[in-house]
């Protein structure tokens, strides 16, 4: 028996909840943040909160998985576009790093969960598998992008977890310092040598067999 789909009050109020929680894990830290200050922010009661989620923590799981439905939906949707003129490769990566956001006060949110998180075992779990379906999720996007300037990847088990690494370690270069220039280039720099390690070019004689990773 299939479960009955939300009604729109409370679809609305969940919704609430998810918006009012980001504010609040941005303000306070998600390790000092409650429930009261969550429901206050909402203008919601208790009630209201444990009739949607039973903790903090998946309240905030909740907040990253349509973040990231938002940001694959995005970005297909941006790829989907007429694209500029490419001619290479660090071109094509320029194009999609243009459509990625580095949003200060997510990344403050989201640190702190994975530091909290690395402390309980059943919601590590929880985020790696949740990682590994984001991952699954945006490869096939960036095999089409790559296919357009004639890249096959090789691999995409692999490329799809280094992609991630890397915007995430070089995301809070970019936030430390959102001026300083050098720093976006080398984000650049790491995210071509990534793809060019992880993909051969289509129709050549390699593109028939794996490439090994260094």
Sequence with gaps: MSTPAPTRRRQQTRQRLLDAALVVFAREGFGRSTVEQVCEQAGFTRGAFYSNFTSLDELFLAIWEQRSD???????????????PVSSLREAVEHVLSAVPLDDEWYRVTAEFTAHALRNPALRRVMARREERIEAGLMPTLEALLARVGRRVVDPAALGPALVACHDGTSVQCLIEPDNVA????RTDLFVLLVTAHTVEAGSATDTAPQETP
């Design 183 to 186: 720093v976006r280039q080398r």
């Design 70 to 84: 938002e940001m694959q939906s995005d970005l297909a949707a941006f790829l989907t576009q007429e694209p500029p």
